[in-house]
């Protein structure tokens, strides 16, 4: 599908700069190469010319590529002009570009749109290209790399593959039963291999929150009584004084958040307000949205003062929790170690006692969390209600034997369409396709 338009659009980072990338793509592209560079460039070869406006006026000099299509990102013919990274320059070739008949400024997405239209990508890896430039850690960076490269997609497809064949075997066994190329009674294997695939398909959408975590970050709350060191934590760990500390109770009164970046893996610390009972006005929200925040955490970490232990109650039960111990250099010698047996961790935040083993296993906790790398994963909400409606009319398909074996395949092909959706990838022709390359059908 080629557009009748051709698209330019600066496709490198914020100016200035040292280089800025300016991106053609569309039917118009070789001749606005053609025109700007005073000639036809070698097709894939980074070359160097003395770029000009249709008027003779030099632009500026850069590197020139071009990409012929079908043989490009976007499936059409490609340029790059790697020009100077001032404002100026790129304003300019900019304007020079989208003033030739036919071109127009991209809209944001249009080059991976084209691709996408043109074959280049399906859904997911369209998604896993957003994900990889917006990736900030190591996690999120591999993780947008596997599913880039297909591995997300040849798993849909691999199962959407299994139940076309699937269900041209049930629809051989209706409608050519007499016919000596189909093999007999291969229900059997059929819907053993589905009900195989339904929990295949529930292990991946398991997977989910393994991805939120790679995705959106590692969720830690930290709780605990006013004045148990949970600000001083919260700023050493941030490496900034992000969080007011004073003897005086109660001086958190809303949420506090950093991100950190630990085993490559992006962790989202919040510091809370001190729980404790008989609050101001005030301060009673901001131990509301604490609690609040604590039961949507994926690891607590349950502060008290080794000095002055105080309870704050109960904690959620679903969370993993550390005990840590805090203010460490208030205590000597056997008291501080009778202390420290009742807790995971103990801590001296002005010592420097004990915090990089804290961090230590906030990011083994996070990276157990993440699961383990080159597992596939479930990237989008989109994804998993796809797959949860796949598997609802598996489910069908394999449990209600009552029914003929007709609905039972019509609900093997809803199941596959559901399949091709989150791809972008629903042919009609593929059960046909599998039907003639298994049976001599029309002999």
């Not at 190469?33 to 850069?62: F, N, Q, W």
Request: with cysteine; glycine share 10%.
């Amino acid at each position: 599908m080629i557009s009748r338009d051709s698209i330019v659009a600066l496709s490198s980072g914020r100016l200035p700069a040292g280089v800025a990338v300016i991106r053609i793509s569309g039917p118009q592209t070789r001749f606005v190469v053609e025109t700007i560079c005073g000639g036809m460039v070698k097709d894939r070869a980074a070359v160097l010319r003395r770029l000009r406006a249709p008027d003779g006026t030099v632009l500026d000099s850069g590197l020139v590529v071009f990409f012929p299509g079908p043989a490009s990102f976007t499936g059409e013919d490609v340029a790059e002009f790697h020009v100077h990274g001032g404002r100026a320059v790129v304003a300019r070739m900019l304007e020079t570009i989208a003033g030739f008949d036919g071109v127009r400024h991209a809209e944001p997405g249009e080059f991976t749109r084209r691709a996408f239209l043109n074959g280049k990508v399906d859904l997911v890896e369209t998604e896993a290209l957003a994900d990889l430039v917006n990736a900030e850690t190591e996690a999120q960076r591999r993780f947008a790399i596997q599913n880039a490269e297909g591995a997300q997609s040849e798993l849909y497809l691999g199962w959407r593959r299994r139940l076309i064949h699937a269900r041209a075997m049930i629809e051989a066994e209706i409608d050519f039963a007499d016919e000596d190329d189909v093999p007999g009674s291969v229900s059997d294997t059929v819907w053993s291999d589905v009900r195989m695939m339904i929990a295949e398909i529930d292990r991946h959408i398991a997977g989910f929150r393994a991805a939120e975590i790679i995705r959106d970050g590692f969720e830690v709350v930290i709780l605990g009584a006013p004045n148990a060191g949970k600000s001083s934590l919260f700023n050493t760990l941030a490496r900034r004084d992000a969080a007011i500390v004073t003897d005086e109770p109660g001086t958190t009164r809303d949420l506090l958040e950093v991100t950190l970046d630990l085993q490559g893996l992006r962790v989202r610390l919040t510091d809370t307000a001190g729980l404790r009972d008989a609050p101001g006005r005030i301060e009673a929200i901001g131990i509301e949205k604490a609690r609040a925040k604590a039961d949507r955490a994926d690891l607590l970490l349950l502060l008290q003062d080794l000095a002055d232990p105080r309870d704050v109650g109960p904690m959620p039960a679903a969370i993993p929790a550390l005990r840590v111990g805090t203010k460490l250099d208030l205590l000597e010698g056997q008291a501080a170690a009778d202390a420290a047996g009742n807790y995971d961790l103990v801590i001296s935040v002005l010592g420097g006692i004990g915090v990089e083993a804290l961090l230590a296993e906030i990011g083994q906790r996070a990276a157990g969390a993440a699961g383990s790398a080159g597992d596939i994963l479930p990237s989008r909400l989109r994804h998993i209600e796809l797959l949860g409606e796949t598997n609802r009319h598996l489910l069908r398909a394999t449990s209600d034997q009552a029914v003929g074996q007709e609905l039972r395949a019509e609900e093997l092909r809803l199941a596959a369409d559901r399949l091709g959706r989150i791809v972008g990838a629903v042919d009609v022709e593929d059960l046909l396709d599998v039907i003639f390359s298994q049976f001599c059908i029309g002999k």
